[in-house]
C-alpha cells in the first residue's frame, strides 16, 4: 500500500464544516477563519490526499465523488479525536473545577472552603441563568447550586439537596393583595401569571401553581419574561403577577413590589446538581462543603 500521509485533523475538520454547509463562505464565518485562508486550508488537505475534494459552483460548492467518499471516514476521524480528548481527560485526576449557580443563589462559603481544603486546585466559579442550566449536562460547569424543579431533564444528574425555601406570591404594592399576611391559592385563581421563554413543562407546572384544582391553567399574563428582570418589570407595571422563590430578594431592589406568603403550597428546594457518572474528587468534595455551609439565608 506504500506509506500513507499524515493528516492535519484541523484541515480535515475544516473539510467537514464545508462538506455540511457547501459554501465557504458560510463554513468560513462558522470557523471564523477568513475565507481566502480556508480556501488555501482545503488545497492543502487536497495535495496531501491527491485527489479534489470540492467543487465550486455558481450556488456554492458541491463534493467530488473522492469528497463524497472520504466525508464519512472524514467525520469519524473529527469525532474520534474529541471523544479521545475527553477520554483522556476523564482518566487524570481533576485539578480544575467549575462551580456553577443559578440567579441569586450564592455559593460562597462553600467555594472558600474547598480552596482551602485543595490549595492545589483550580477552583472556578460561573453564573448562570436558571434557563442556562443544560451547562451542567453540556460539561461547561461541574457542579450547579440552583433550584428546583429543574428547567432542563434531570436524566444523568445527581442531586443533594441543601434546603428547602418557601414560595411567595409578587405583587405590584397597589395590589388588592398586597397587604394580606398571606394569600391561598384560590385567592390568586384568576390573577394573570407572568410566563417565562425557553421553560420545561414541570418547571413551568410548579412556578405557575398547575394543575389547578379544576384542571384549567392558571391565566397568562400579556407579556412573556426571557428574563427575571422582565419578570419584575411585568409585574412592577401591572400586569401581572408571579410565584418565586421567598429567598430571591432581587426583587426589593425595585421599589413597588411586595412579596405575600402563599399558604398550603410546597416548597421549592435548592440543591447541588452534578453529573451522576462524574467521579472527580474535586467534585464530590465541593457537595460535601456545600451540603455544610450553604444554608437557607434567613
Given at each position: 500500500m506504500g506509506i500513507l500521509p499524515d493528516l492535519d485533523l484541523r484541515l480535515v475538520r475544516y473539510f467537514t464544516v464545508i462538506a455540511e454547509q457547501l459554501n465557504f463562505a458560510r463554513a468560513a464565518e462558522e470557523l471564523r477563519v477568513a475565507q481566502p485562508s480556508l480556501s488555501r486550508q482545503?488545497?492543502?488537505?487536497?495535495?496531501?490526499?491527491?485527489?479534489?475534494?470540492?467543487?465550486?459552483?455558481?450556488?456554492?460548492?458541491?463534493?467530488?465523488?473522492?469528497?463524497?467518499?472520504?466525508?464519512?471516514?472524514?467525520?469519524?476521524?473529527?469525532h474520534g479525536a474529541q471523544q479521545a480528548v475527553l477520554t483522556a481527560r476523564a482518566a487524570a485526576p481533576a485539578r480544575t473545577v467549575t462551580i456553577g449557580y443559578?440567579?441569586?443563589?450564592?455559593?460562597?462559603?462553600?467555594?472558600?472552603?474547598?480552596?482551602?481544603r485543595r490549595p492545589d486546585a483550580h477552583?472556578?466559579?460561573?453564573?448562570l441563568g436558571s434557563q442556562d442550566a443544560g451547562a451542567l449536562p453540556d460539561r461547561q460547569v461541574d457542579a450547579l447550586v440552583i433550584r428546583t424543579p429543574l428547567p432542563i431533564p434531570a436524566d444523568g444528574l445527581a442531586l443533594a439537596v441543601l434546603y428547602?425555601?418557601?414560595?411567595?406570591?409578587?405583587?405590584?404594592?397597589s395590589h388588592r393583595l398586597a397587604g394580606k399576611e398571606s394569600v391561598t391559592t384560590a385567592d390568586i385563581s384568576a390573577e394573570p401569571l407572568v410566563g417565562c421563554t425557553g421553560?420545561?413543562?414541570?418547571?413551568?407546572?410548579?412556578?405557575?401553581?398547575?394543575?389547578?384544582?379544576?384542571?384549567?391553567?392558571?391565566?397568562?399574563?400579556?407579556?412573556?419574561?426571557?428574563t427575571y428582570d422582565d419578570k419584575l418589570e411585568a409585574i412592577a407595571e401591572g400586569n401581572a403577577v408571579a410565584v418565586v422563590p421567598a429567598g430571591d430578594l432581587r426583587h426589593t431592589l425595585?421599589?413597588?413590589?411586595?412579596?405575600?406568603?402563599?399558604?398550603?403550597?410546597?416548597?421549592?428546594q435548592v440543591v447541588v446538581a452534578t453529573r451522576a457518572a462524574d467521579t472527580s474528587l474535586l467534585v464530590a468534595e465541593f457537595v460535601e462543603s456545600a451540603k455544610k455551609l450553604l444554608v437557607r439565608r434567613t
Amino acid at each position: 500500500m506504500g506509506i500513507l500521509p499524515d493528516l492535519d485533523l484541523r484541515l480535515v475538520r475544516y473539510f467537514t464544516v464545508i462538506a455540511e454547509q457547501l459554501n465557504f463562505a458560510r463554513a468560513a464565518e462558522e470557523l471564523r477563519v477568513a475565507q481566502p485562508s480556508l480556501s488555501r486550508q482545503i488545497q492543502r488537505l487536497e495535495n496531501t490526499l491527491g485527489v479534489r475534494l470540492l467543487e465550486r459552483t455558481t450556488q456554492g460548492s458541491r463534493l467530488t465523488a473522492a469528497g463524497a467518499a472520504f466525508l464519512p471516514q472524514a467525520q469519524q476521524l473529527v469525532h474520534g479525536a474529541q471523544q479521545a480528548v475527553l477520554t483522556a481527560r476523564a482518566a487524570a485526576p481533576a485539578r480544575t473545577v467549575t462551580i456553577g449557580y443559578a440567579d441569586d443563589l450564592i455559593v460562597t462559603p462553600a467555594v472558600r472552603d474547598l480552596r482551602r481544603r485543595r490549595p492545589d486546585a483550580h477552583v472556578r466559579t460561573r453564573h448562570l441563568g436558571s434557563q442556562d442550566a443544560g451547562a451542567l449536562p453540556d460539561r461547561q460547569v461541574d457542579a450547579l447550586v440552583i433550584r428546583t424543579p429543574l428547567p432542563i431533564p434531570a436524566d444523568g444528574l445527581a442531586l443533594a439537596v441543601l434546603y428547602a425555601e418557601p414560595r411567595v406570591l409578587l405583587v405590584p404594592a397597589s395590589h388588592r393583595l398586597a397587604g394580606k399576611e398571606s394569600v391561598t391559592t384560590a385567592d390568586i385563581s384568576a390573577e394573570p401569571l407572568v410566563g417565562c421563554t425557553g421553560a420545561g413543562a414541570d418547571w413551568t407546572a410548579f412556578w405557575r401553581l398547575e394543575p389547578r384544582p379544576d384542571n384549567d391553567p392558571a391565566p397568562l399574563g400579556p407579556t412573556l419574561a426571557d428574563t427575571y428582570d422582565d419578570k419584575l418589570e411585568a409585574i412592577a407595571e401591572g400586569n401581572a403577577v408571579a410565584v418565586v422563590p421567598a429567598g430571591d430578594l432581587r426583587h426589593t431592589l425595585r421599589p413597588g413590589l411586595v412579596a405575600v406568603p402563599v399558604d398550603e403550597i410546597e416548597p421549592c428546594q435548592v440543591v447541588v446538581a452534578t453529573r451522576a457518572a462524574d467521579t472527580s474528587l474535586l467534585v464530590a468534595e465541593f457537595v460535601e462543603s456545600a451540603k455544610k455551609l450553604l444554608v437557607r439565608r434567613t
